[in-house]
C-alpha cells in the first residue's frame, strides 16, 4: 500500500493492486446502446417480468428512492442487492438506440434507468419499456483526432455517473472541446441542468487525462478521479478531486506521488470503507512515493 493522505476530513489510500469489484448486472434489465445514431425510443420486446426487477430504495419524498444509484450498487462496490429475487433464464426486455457508445454502467432510480453516452449526452429510460423519458445533451466531446493518443472516438462520458438521493441529482463528469472536464448536476425528473462546473484536473494536464472511473459521493462532496488515455502519452499523473456537492465552494484533491502516469484508471472509480477511509487503484507509473 502507497501512503495516506488527509483531505478535506477524509482519510485517501492509494494501492496499487486494490481489488474493486466487477461490473453488476442491474435489476435483470439489459440496455443495448453501442454508439448508435438518433436518441431513439425504446423497443420493447415485452416487459420485464417483475420478480426480476430490482425494487427501489425508500422514497424520501422529495426525490426518487434508486435500488442502483452507483457503480456496484454502494460505495463499498459491492455489487449485491440483497432484495432482489433469484433470477431465471436471462432475456432481453428491450433495446435502446442512443446517441453514442455506453462505458459507464447504467443507474436504476425508481423506474428509470440512466445512462451516459460519449456524446457527452445523458438518458433516462424507462424501466418496462426502454421508452426514452428525457435525453440531456450537455457539451462537445472531443474526437480522437484531437487527442495525443487514446482510443474513445468521441470523448465524452465515459465514467458511471453517480446520484444523490437527498437532491435528486445526477452527477456525471463530461470531456467537451477544449479539453475540458465539466461536472454537471441534473434533475433527475426532467433532465435539467441545476449544476455545471469546469474542474482543473490536479495534476495540470488535461489534455492527457481521461476521466474513466466511477464518480463518488461521501462527506458532502462528488469525487471524479483521473487517469491518462489509452496510450499513456504525455505527462499526466493520476489524481482524485473532490467538489461540494452543491457544485460551488473550494475543491480538494490529491495527486499520486509519482514522476508521471500512476493512473487512477479502475471503472470502479473510489471505494469507501467502514471507517470513512477512501480507496482508489493506481494502475502503473514510475515509483511512488509513500
Known amino acids: 500500500m502507497g501512503g495516506a493522505e488527509q483531505t478535506g476530513g477524509m482519510r485517501m489510500r492509494l494501492g496499487r493492486t486494490a481489488r474493486l469489484v466487477a461490473a453488476a448486472l442491474t435489476g435483470g434489465v439489459l440496455a443495448a446502446a453501442a454508439a448508435c445514431s438518433g436518441p431513439g425510443g425504446g423497443t420493447s420486446s415485452g416487459p420485464a417480468p417483475p420478480s426480476k426487477t430490482l425494487t427501489p430504495g425508500q422514497d424520501s419524498g422529495a426525490h426518487p428512492g434508486a435500488a442502483w444509484p452507483t457503480y456496484g450498487r454502494d460505495f463499498a462496490r459491492s455489487g449485491v442487492a440483497a432484495s432482489a429475487a433469484r433470477p431465471g433464464p436471462l432475456t432481453v426486455s428491450w433495446r435502446a438506440h442512443l446517441d453514442g457508445a455506453v462505458y459507464g454502467q447504467p443507474l436504476l432510480v425508481g423506474t428509470l434507468v440512466i445512462a451516459a453516452t460519449e456524446n457527452d449526452s445523458l438518458y433516462a429510460l424507462d424501466q418496462a419499456t426502454g421508452r426514452v423519458i428525457w435525453r440531456r445533451h450537455v457539451g462537445t466531446p472531443v474526437p480522437l483526432s484531437d487527442l495525443p493518443c487514446g482510443n474513445i472516438d468521441p470523448l465524452g462520458i465515459t465514467g458511471t455517473p453517480v446520484y444523490n438521493p437527498a437532491s435528486g441529482l445526477v452527477y456525471a463528469v463530461a470531456e467537451t472541446t477544449g479539453f475540458h472536464h465539466v461536472l454537471v448536476g441534473l434533475s433527475v425528473r426532467d433532465g435539467a441542468v441545476r449544476i455545471e462546473r469546469d474542474i482543473p484536473t490536479p495534476d495540470g494536464q488535461p489534455r492527457y487525462d481521461q476521466q474513466r472511473p466511477a464518480l463518488a459521493i461521501a462527506a458532502g462532496r462528488v469525487y471524479v478521479a483521473f487517469g491518462g488515455l489509452y496510450g499513456d502519452c504525455g505527462p499526466y499523473r493520476g489524481s482524485v478531486v473532490g ?38 487503484s493506481v494502475g502503473n507509473g514510475e515509483e511512488t512515493g509513500s
Open 243 to 280: 467538489i461540494p456537492l452543491s457544485g460551488s465552494g473550494p475543491l480538494i484533491s490529491y495527486v499520486v506521488p509519482t514522476p508521471r502516469e500512476g493512473a487512477v484508471w479502475g471503472t470502479a472509480g473510489p471505494v469507501t470503507g467502514p471507517d470513512g477511509t477512501m480507496y482508489v
